[in-house]
Structures are given as structure tokens and as C-alpha cells.
């Protein structure tokens, strides 16, 4: 009896842990910042496995949307609403490429490192990116 209320405590105190100290990130959705416009507050934000990303919709008009190969293997699509919150939380390990749909062309692009797994880096840098992200998406990759 004592063994089960051994295990029972150490399976509730586990569980406890591993929630209370989850990191969380927060990114804001913005028509503008600083002398940016249509930007997403955090560019490149870097987090461990179990981590979850809460998308802020503080400005009307933006999404998340995980690019087509740009993600590790096994993630599934991942398109939000528009002017909602919205939250993702990140279960396996790589990096991931995301824009807001009616903005990519602006450079509204973002990425997230998690578990500091850079192993589908190749595959980010076959990225399609389009004007102005065109520009941005290298220094972003770079910076990784």
C-alpha cells in the first residue's frame, strides 16, 4: 500500500513540475512596431519541447500559418483565424517557419527554434519566400 501512495505522490508532484515550469511565449500581432509595419512582436523566438506560443492578436487583420516545408517532420498543418488568439504547443523538436497569410508578401514572417534542434534547416532555406520577405528571411535563417 505504501509502494502505490509512493507512486501515486510521485506521478501528481510530475505532473505539477512539468506544468508549473513550462515556458510560455508570447507574440504579439501588430500593423505596427517601431518603424515596422505588419510584423510580428518576436521575429525569432527560441523554446524548449512541451513549450506553447500564444499568438496575440493585438492588431485586427493577422494570422499564423506554418509554411509548407517549413516545419520538422510530423507536424500537422497549422492555420489560425484571423483577429483571434490563438495558441500552439510545440511536441517535437526542429524548426518552424511561419507568416501571416494576407501579410507574407510585407515580411511578416516569424520562426521558432525548439528544443535547439536545427536538423530541417536545410529545408527552411529552400523556403519560397516572396518580396519583402525575400529580403528579411536570410538574416532571420541566420540568426537561428
Not at 19 to 43: D, H, R, W
Not at 60 to 78: A, D, L, Q, R, T
Request: hydrophobic share 40%.
Amino acid at each position: 500500500m505504501k509502494l502505490i501512495k509512493y507512486f501515486a505522490s510521485l506521478t501528481i508532484l510530475t505532473f505539477l513540475f512539468t506544468n508549473a515550469f513550462a515556458a510560455n511565449e508570447t507574440i504579439e500581432m501588430l500593423n505596427k512596431q517601431g518603424n515596422e509595419t505588419m510584423v510580428y512582436s518576436k521575429k525569432v523566438v527560441k523554446i524548449n519541447v512541451g513549450d506553447t506560443i500564444l499568438w496575440k492578436a493585438t492588431d485586427k487583420g493577422h494570422n499564423v500559418e506554418f509554411i509548407k516545408g517549413g516545419v520538422p517532420e510530423g507536424v500537422e498543418k497549422f492555420k489560425t483565424k484571423f483577429n483571434k488568439d490563438s495558441e500552439f504547443t510545440f511536441t517535437i523538436p526542429g524548426i518552424y517557419a511561419y507568416w501571416c497569410t494576407p501579410h507574407k508578401n510585407m515580411g511578416m514572417i516569424g520562426f521558432v527554434v525548439v528544443g535547439d534542434d536545427k536538423s530541417n534547416l536545410e529545408a527552411i532555406k529552400k523556403i519560397r519566400f516572396s518580396a519583402k520577405s525575400k529580403k528579411i528571411a536570410p538574416d532571420l535563417i541566420n540568426s537561428l
